[in-house]
């Protein structure tokens, strides 16, 4: 009998040592036979309940209607959790469940997954931050200035406080999230919703942010934007490719000093070749392989000398005699 067949089976039937020794093997169903069998708390279904800070939680709130140390200690070990108890459970603040909401700001951060369709917003623990804030409002009443004002400290938890909180943009809340460019494109982001010199200039101190900026925000190019993108040649690339939706010389410039993005820079944006950056694709075998067949579709001595004791030589070959075999066709 697993757990929850032995939680609906005392449910129907009625209470038994068995029928609670196996629901206690899961949190949820010990809680829940706690809630709605027992109906009162027990040392087996409370100690089981407390492997998990949301049952643990739910046990104090609903079962036993009130606190102890013993659930106490189990919601402190998540955030969320902590401040529930804090302010349902206990009902006031304390030093360790005020503890256990607190996330270091400056470990706390937005992960961009660039790969993600550059779509990626708030990680788990810049969230819990959320938490943090609601206890100091909440719980310790501290006004909604002087919260803002430790959340003003750090560029994430700016930005945070402005989404999350005031759910607008203002003056000190942008200006702490434009020290940092992440935070400065987010905040233009999900606050502003709108493009501002000064979130852009922020940006712009990180080509990923400059790129995602003109992207997202700004919705065009932009010469700030671009010249600070092409200090990273797969973002120059990816202007080029998502902005400009053309070629442009600086943008070619820096994509081509890196093989990769020269590569795909011919292939994708310029759509035939160049002498540089069939020169910079060169510098790998892969990609000089890759740009004969697939931009310059034939033989050239750059790409057949890189590709020359190699991995990639075999292939080139091959490439070459079914280049042969077309033209006799």
């Known amino acids: ?16 040592n068995e029928t609670r020794e196996i629901a206690c093997k899961h949190t949820e169903f010990a809680y829940l036979y706690a809630l709605e069998v027992d109906k009162y708390p027990r040392e087996n279904t409370r100690i089981a309940a407390c492997k998990h800070p949301g049952y643990a939680f739910f046990y104090a709130k609903d079962v036993d209607k009130c606190p102890r140390d013993d659930t106490r200690e189990a919601v402190c070990k998540d955030s969320k959790y902590a401040f529930y108890y804090a302010r349902d459970v206990d009902k006031c603040p304390r030093e360790d469940t005020k503890k256990a909401t607190y996330i270091d700001p400056e470990h706390a951060h937005i ?18 931050i959320h938490f943090y804030y609601k206890y100091l409002l909440e719980v310790d009443k501290k006004s909604e200035k002087n919260v803002r004002k430790i959340a003003c ?35 233009a982001r999900s606050v502003d919703k709108c493009p501002r010199k000064d979130t852009r200039n922020a940006a712009c101190k990180n080509p990923i942010y400059a790129f ?15 010249k600070s993108a092409c200090e990273d040649p797969k973002f120059a690339y990816l202007y080029a490719l998502n902005i400009d939706i053309k070629s442009e010389e600086n943008t070619r410039k820096a994509a081509c000093k890196n093989a990769k993005y ?27 392989y890759l740009y004969a067949k697939n931009v310059d579709k034939n033989f050239h001595e750059d790409t057949w000398k890189a590709t020359k004791n190699t991995e990639f030589e075999e292939k080139y070959t091959k490439f070459l005699n079914q280049i042969e075999k077309s033209k006799i066709i």
């Not at 992960?111 to 819990?128: F, Q």
């Not at 400290?153 to 999350?164: L, R, V």
Request: glycine fraction near 2%.
């Open 1 to 16: 009998m697993s757990p929850k067949e032995a939680y609906e089976y005392a449910k129907k039937y009625g209470p038994s």
């Open 262 to 288: 020269a590569y795909n820079y011919a292939l994708n944006i310029d759509k035939c070749s160049w002498e540089n950056t069939r020169k910079a694709a060169c510098e790998n075998p892969k990609y000089a």
């Open 212 to 226: 995602l900026y003109g992207k997202d925000i700004d919705k065009k190019s932009r010469e700030d934007t671009r």
């Open 111 to 128: 992960e961009i997954d660039i790969n993600d369709k550059y779509d990626t917003g708030c990680t788990y623990k810049t969230m819990l």
């Open 153 to 187: 400290e750090y560029p994430n938890c700016a930005y945070h406080f402005a989404e999350m909180f005031d759910q607008k943009s203002r003056y000190d809340t942008r200006k702490a999230a434009c020290q940092d460019p992440r935070y400065a494109y987010w905040y």
